[in-house]
């Protein structure tokens, strides 16, 4: 056979090695393309399953819930129980006071998180490590533990004894937004210790060029801190923000402890059944009646559903920031 010959048998041999090892390459592409589209639905049916069911029986009638047949798609549709919901909870009442609280809670945290993880970043002052270890010892100890004394706290306000000693007693905090301002005020609100590592981590990965800079023109700490340092932290902010007004919405701990006669809606949702419950028994004349567990169940379901629908609006407006915010934050390397 010629040179020439083998060399043509050559270059086709490797044509096809090569079309072959590309097919492979695609093919393994593909099965990999296939394989993550399979674990991103199921993650996402995981996470999106309780969402599902729970607006599934919203809509459902009570009669829906003991047919075998009926699993996802209700037989029988039905809006009566967000009727229901929306009038026992006192929606709009509880919407509204719950947006105050919300906002009000949200802002005091960021304003005292932000300070307290600038100066852990970027300060040295003595027992600093000593006292960051008791900032993160508020994600570990429940707030239950602490429940009693701070009851106690709010409902005899006392500054060192003086305003007993002024007027005579002790104020009473209690059904009023004080306790929740006081306590975001100084950074000890609820999932507090979280948002000043947010912000410590952000200022500890921040160049020290700049604050330097900023110095040598002869700006203060404070100056440089909202001058220099601030706007590059508008990212871990809008995290700090959203988290504390989302945990601050569905909060049932703080809100049913410091609030009993205001009504915001985790305690309007607690309230439904014993409401409705109530409601049926005064128009029975007076007779008790006890609602099966199956329509409270349904009940539970549908006001969740309203406290859930302005969280839903806010992350669609808000997840482009929210999604950045966190990949920047450091949240996924803890």
Same mark, same amino acid.
């Given at each position: ?252 701990? *703080? =809100?049913?402890?410091? %609030?009993?006669?205001?009504?915001? &809606?985790?305690? #309007?949702? $607690? +309230?439904?059944?014993? @409401?409705?419950?109530?409601? *049926? =028994?005064?128009?029975? %004349?007076?007779?008790?009646?006890? &609602?099966?567990? #199956?329509? $409270? +169940?349904?009940?539970? @379901? ?8 302005? %969280? ?23």
């Amino acid at each position: 056979m010629s040179s020439i010959a083998m060399e043509q048998r050559n270059v086709t041999i490797s044509k096809k090695a090569k079309r072959s090892y590309f097919s492979m390459y695609r093919l393994r592409q593909l099965m990999w393309s296939i394989v993550r589209t399979i674990l991103v639905i199921g993650i996402c049916f995981v996470i999106l399953y309780p969402l599902i069911v729970k607006f599934s029986v919203s809509i459902m009638e009570e009669r829906d819930l003991y047919d075998i047949t009926v699993r996802y798609v209700p037989k029988h549709f039905t809006l009566k129980n967000y009727q229901t919901a929306w009038t026992y909870m006192r929606y709009p009442e509880a919407f509204m006071n719950s947006v105050k609280l919300s906002l009000l809670t949200s802002l005091m945290q960021l304003i005292s998180c932000t300070l307290v993880g600038y100066g852990f970043a970027r300060f040295n002052f003595p027992l600093k490590n000593l006292l960051f270890g008791l900032v993160i010892a508020i994600l570990v100890v429940p707030p239950q533990t602490i429940m009693i004394p701070l009851f106690l706290h709010f409902r005899f306000f006392d500054i060192f004894g003086i305003i007993s000693a002024l007027t005579g007693h002790t104020l009473n905090l209690l059904d009023s937004y004080w306790p929740f301002i006081l306590l975001s005020a100084t950074g000890m609100g609820l999932k507090n210790g979280l948002y000043i590592y947010i912000m410590r981590q952000h200022f500890r990965g921040a160049p020290k060029d700049l604050e330097e800079a900023a110095y040598i023109d002869g700006a203060g700490a404070f100056k440089t801190f909202y001058r220099v340092m601030l706007p590059g932290a508008i990212p871990m902010m809008v995290t700090v923000f959203l988290f504390s007004f989302v945990w601050q919405w569905t909060d049932t701990f *703080y =809100s049913t402890l410091f %609030l009993q006669k205001l009504w915001v &809606l985790p305690t #309007a949702l $607690s +309230s439904l059944v014993p @409401n409705v419950s109530q409601a *049926y =028994s005064s128009a029975q %004349l007076g007779i008790m009646v006890y &609602l099966s567990p #199956a329509y $409270s +169940s349904m009940l539970n @379901n549908t006001g969740s559903i309203l406290v859930i629908i302005p %969280l839903i609006i806010i992350y669609l407006f808000t997840q482009r920031y929210f999604v950045e915010s966190i990949e920047r934050s450091g949240l996924t390397g803890m």
